[in-house]
């Protein structure tokens, strides 16, 4: 089946350490995206990458940082400059084409100890 | 920046009503999209609109987009229990590649 798969489901992180979030999809999607997601709120734009190699911030950037070396895969690195890092993350992707509707994976629940 | 607006945030309604949520744009936007997520879920894209005053049907579920394309509503009719979860609006401004999404409205159903 093809999908986008987010590893893992749960993640605790303690103070000062980095953790970094998986993103794998096989639909052969151009573009990818991370979003998180607090309770209650809407989805806000972290980083997102239309093609292999490069990638653009988003609407809360700081205290993240991404790479996108294969098209297929987008992980996310949360910094110990992120000072709120617990929520729920979101990726996603989509077809080159802006009109496409965004597929999202099952998410990765991120806690501090 | 863009803002992308939603209300009401909660909405809980009696199985059989009807309910209605109407999301709000700072600017003009190009396309606007509507997911669902049910509770532990992940978005599930619903449907796109593009034109001026565009409505869409899906069974009970009927999106529209305004005139001016800087709002839109989702209503849906004689709500069911699998109605159950949050709804998001998503807009995209004319040359941008980025969704903005809105602040959701979390529809509860009361048996």
């Known amino acids: 089946d093809g999908g986008i798969t987010q590893s893992p489901k749960y993640l605790f992180r303690k103070e000062g350490q980095n953790v970094t979030l998986s993103c794998e999809q096989n639909?052969?999607?151009?573009?990818m995206y991370w979003y998180r997601q607090d309770p209650g709120q809407g989805l806000r734009l972290i980083y997102y990458s239309q093609i292999v190699n490069d990638f653009q911030k988003g609407d809360i950037a700081e205290g993240y940082s991404v790479s996108r070396e294969k098209k297929e895969s987008f992980p996310l690195t949360v910094t110990s400059a992120q000072k709120n890092p617990t929520a729920f993350y979101l990726c996603?992707?989509?077809?080159?084409?802006?009109?496409?509707?965004?597929?999202f994976g099952d998410g990765t629940r991120l806690s501090i100890l | 920046g863009q803002q992308v607006m939603q209300i009401p945030q909660y909405q809980h309604v009696q199985e059989g009503e009807d309910f209605t949520t109407y999301c709000n744009s700072s600017?003009?936007?190009?396309?606007i999209q509507w997911y669902k997520q049910r509770p532990g879920g992940h978005p599930v894209f619903l449907i796109q609109?593009?034109?001026?005053?565009e409505v869409k049907k899906q069974k009970r579920l009927t999106f529209q987009f305004g005139e001016a394309k800087k709002n839109s509503s989702l209503h849906i009719t004689a709500t069911q229990t699998t109605d159950v979860g949050t709804y998001f609006c998503?807009?995209?401004?004319?040359?941008?590649?980025?969704?903005?999404f809105g602040t959701g409205t979390r529809l509860t159903i009361i048996p």
């Open positions: 600017t003009t936007l190009s396309n």
């Open positions: 639909l052969n999607h151009d573009a």
């Open positions: 998503a807009g995209r401004r004319f040359g941008n590649e980025k969704l903005t």
């Open positions: 609109l593009v034109k001026s005053g």
């Open positions: 996603a992707s989509t077809q080159g084409n802006r009109n496409q509707p965004q597929h």
